[in-house]
């Protein structure tokens, strides 16, 4: 069984762009959660998401926004990107309730 | 606030026992204990979780103690792949809301050949 896949794994932009991050959860699995993680932060939840509505919402800024479609996939959008963007964004899936993480799209802004 | 305090850094000899230890002294009744590991730039990966009982999988054995108030993550035989940051958190069980994922600062785990 696939596992949850992350699109891209790398990228790199400048403050001010916006970026858009991919989702595909392991088959079968309904609920989508994402997070954030910073060497001086830790692991900091952004959303949850299950049959493609908002169930939970972290502590960011509007500027942080996500979505799931109908087949469960999830994106996750950060516009106007800050240096302090730059993070691991990971990207969880679950069936009854255990997370399996993908591998994380690593974002630096710069 | 931290939940789980662990120690920053652990070393262990391959094919040892590694015993990772975690204090959760203000755990709720209803919430367990989970344990995931995060080998570097990868995503974490679930190890084991338990409420009060002991636990075992074909990855690892968690002991938790009668109060509930520590725990400890037991590597039987530790390899070099085993080397990774360790995260004990508490939450509440698989009915909880992903929300309540919070890792604090685990503790490094070097297998030492």
């Known amino acids: 069984k696939a596992g949850v896949t992350q699109t891209p794994r790398y990228l790199i932009k400048t403050r001010g762009q916006q970026v858009t991050l991919s989702c595909s959860p392991i088959?079968?699995?309904?609920?989508v959660s994402w997070y954030q993680q910073t060497p001086g932060q830790g692991l900091q939840f952004l959303f949850e998401?299950?049959?493609?509505?908002?169930?939970n919402k972290g502590n960011f800024p509007g500027r942080f926004s996500g979505r799931q479609f109908s087949n469960s996939r999830s994106e996750m959008n950060v516009s106007t990107l800050e240096l302090g963007d730059s993070a691991l964004y990971l990207c969880?899936?679950?069936?009854?309730?255990?997370?399996?993480f993908g591998e994380g799209s690593r974002l630096t802004v710069l | 606030d931290a939940k789980t305090t662990q120690p920053p850094s652990m070393d262990c000899a391959e094919g040892r026992a590694a015993n990772l230890p975690c204090n959760h002294s203000?755990?709720?009744?209803?919430?367990?204990v989970y344990w995931y590991r995060q080998i570097h730039s990868q995503g974490p990966q679930y190890i084991i979780h338990g409420l009060k009982n002991n636990e075992t999988n074909e990855m690892a054995s968690l002991i938790i103690t009668e109060d509930r108030k520590s725990s400890t993550l037991i590597l039987p035989h530790a390899t070099l792949r085993d080397t990774a940051v360790y995260y004990c958190i508490v939450r509440v069980g698989p009915s909880g809301s992903a929300r309540q994922l919070t890792f604090g600062s685990g503790t490094q785990l070097t297998v030492l050949p």
């Open positions: 969880a899936s679950s069936l009854n309730g255990e997370l399996f």
């Open positions: 203000t755990i709720s009744g209803n919430e367990y």
């Open positions: 998401y299950f049959s493609e509505t908002q169930r």
């Open positions: 088959s079968g699995h309904r609920s």
